[in-house]
């Protein structure tokens, strides 16, 4: 079965870290570029960063709000992908879903999410 | 930044149609993808590539494009497709972006 599991979400305090984890299973891992996605409570969806295949170079891109506190990376030798949250604030509160295009343009495979709360 | 542009929400009564809009200067290059959200559930691809329909998906969802609009089409509406819906695309850089969500209501 194709499935991306997402953990690591809870309760922080602002300026705290936070590593969120997607574990994958079923599909070709090291050939997905895989993704997170978020949503804010009573907002739309936000996408937050990408990590490309290592074919494609491996290189991760973040979206602005982002940059420069969250890092995307992946281990392909366990078929995982990582989310290091630094610096966060209040308004990184949300859902944050891991997602990846896997067998279509589009992404087509979804986790369940996992609630990030960063409050004092 | 750049920015996609859909209307807030839309109502239909069932069996009638309802089309979404998402504007964006970038959509004449790059392709738009559309997802269904429903509260409490991750999304679900529902038009790829501007108007290509995953399996699995019904019938009466399309999606068409004309320079920088395009657009999700549900023909006949049935109470289980109230939920938002969002289209997604790219920027310049190949970043990519969500616009702001469409809330469907069927009356």
């Known amino acids: 079965e194709v499935q991306l599991v997402e953990s690591g979400g809870g309760l922080v305090k602002p300026g705290g870290s936070l590593r969120l984890s997607c574990a994958a299973s079923g599909f070709n891992f090291n050939n997905a570029w895989l993704s997170w996605v978020r949503q804010a409570p009573g907002k739309g969806l936000e996408w937050v960063g990408r990590?490309?295949?290592?074919?494609?170079?491996?290189?991760?891109d973040h979206a602005a709000p982002v940059k420069g506190r969250f890092t995307v990376s992946r281990d392909d030798s366990t078929n995982m992908v990582y989310l290091q949250m630094n610096s966060l604030k209040v308004e990184d509160t949300g859902v944050y879903f891991c997602?990846?295009?896997?067998?279509?343009?589009?992404?087509?495979?979804w986790g369940q999410g996992t609630m990030v709360t960063v409050s004092s | 930044s750049y920015e996609l542009t859909q209307p807030p929400s839309v109502s239909v009564s069932p069996g009638q149609t309802a089309r979404i809009t998402c504007s964006g200067d970038a959509l004449p290059k790059q392709f738009a993808y559309w997802y269904q959200k429903k509260s409490g559930q991750a999304p679900v691809l529902v038009i790829f590539?501007?108007?290509e329909r995953p399996s699995g998906i019904p019938e009466r969802f399309s999606g068409s494009s004309s320079g920088t609009t395009v657009t999700l089409t549900i023909s006949g509406v049935q109470a289980g497709d109230e939920a938002d819906y969002y289209c997604?695309?790219?920027?310049?850089?190949?970043?990519?972006?969500f616009g702001g969500g469409t809330k469907v209501t069927v009356l």
């Open positions: 997604q695309s790219s920027d310049s850089s190949g970043f990519y972006v």
């Open positions: 590539k501007d108007s």
């Open positions: 990590i490309k295949r290592k074919s494609d170079g491996g290189t991760a």
């Open positions: 997602t990846s295009a896997v067998f279509l343009e589009g992404y087509d495979i």
